[in-house]
């Protein structure tokens, strides 16, 4: 998985609970991401990393939040976890072209299955 | 209208026959493009990214990309049942999207 872990790799919790799930690569990349991958949906952004303290917001960034102290680490956190939050969520990485654009091919960790009570 | 779509299957091909799968995207200004093998239970692992019109060979894996009509297509020759998987398409416009997935199921 390219140097890529996550933590924990399932969970189970309750409603209004927080959550947080840790993302830790050892490829030195710049970029990390996370998804939610829920059938009928695919994959979908909830919010990525450019850098550290850099993050921004992706297709469905409500009801999380995000922080990156240091390279190899991006947390996602579930501020008060809803059942609609059920799913696997997926921790990606990616690298600078050389030409300087984020169009590299992006690199998935084995995923976290939470389910909310 | 979703930024990408794929068609969900399932899509059953014979043990060395052809697969052809096909995503359209929505977004003029995408710029790559890119197709990704899921096992089940597994996550999502890189088979092939294409930049430009026209085919992208690699192996069995053939990517066409065509920008006027907004149309990629990833095929795979002598289908063999361990390429039984989900398939996705992504692409980069102003972040990654990602397709529902197709289906593949290589019947030996």
């Known amino acids: 998985d390219a140097g890529i872990t996550q933590s924990p790799r399932h969970k189970v919790t309750e409603t209004g609970t927080p959550v947080t799930l840790r993302c830790h690569q050892t490829?030195?990349?710049?970029?990390m991401y996370w998804y939610r991958q829920d059938p009928g949906h695919g994959l979908r952004l909830i919010h990525y990393?450019?850098?550290?303290?850099?993050?921004d917001k992706g297709e469905v960034s409500d009801g999380y939040s995000v922080s990156r102290s240091k390279t190899e680490d991006f947390l996602l956190t579930l501020e008060s976890a809803t059942s609609s939050q059920t799913s696997v969520y997926f921790c990606?990485?990616?690298?600078?072209?050389?030409?300087?654009?984020?169009?590299?091919?992006?690199?998935f960790g084995p995923g976290t299955r939470l389910t909310v009570l | 209208q979703k930024e990408v779509e794929q068609n969900s299957g399932p899509l059953s091909v014979p043990e060395g026959a052809i697969a052809s799968l096909n995503c359209t995207y929505s977004?003029?200004?995408?710029?790559?493009f890119f197709w990704y093998r899921q096992y089940s239970g597994k996550s999502p692992e890189l088979i092939m990214f294409?930049?430009?019109?026209g085919d992208k060979e690699d192996g069995r894996f053939t990517a066409q990309l065509n920008k006027a009509s907004q149309y990629v297509s990833l095929l795979i020759r002598d289908s063999q049942p361990s390429d039984s998987a989900t398939y996705l398409c992504?692409?980069?416009?102003?972040?990654?999207?990602f397709g529902t997935g197709t289906s593949l199921t290589v019947i030996p």
């Open positions: 977004d003029r200004g995408s710029q790559s």
């Open positions: 990606a990485i990616s690298e600078t072209s050389s030409s300087g654009s984020w169009d590299n091919e992006q690199f």
């Open positions: 294409i930049y430009s019109n």
């Open positions: 990393s450019y850098g550290v303290k850099d993050t």
């Open positions: 490829e030195n990349h710049r970029y």
């Open positions: 992504a692409v980069k416009s102003n972040q990654f999207y």
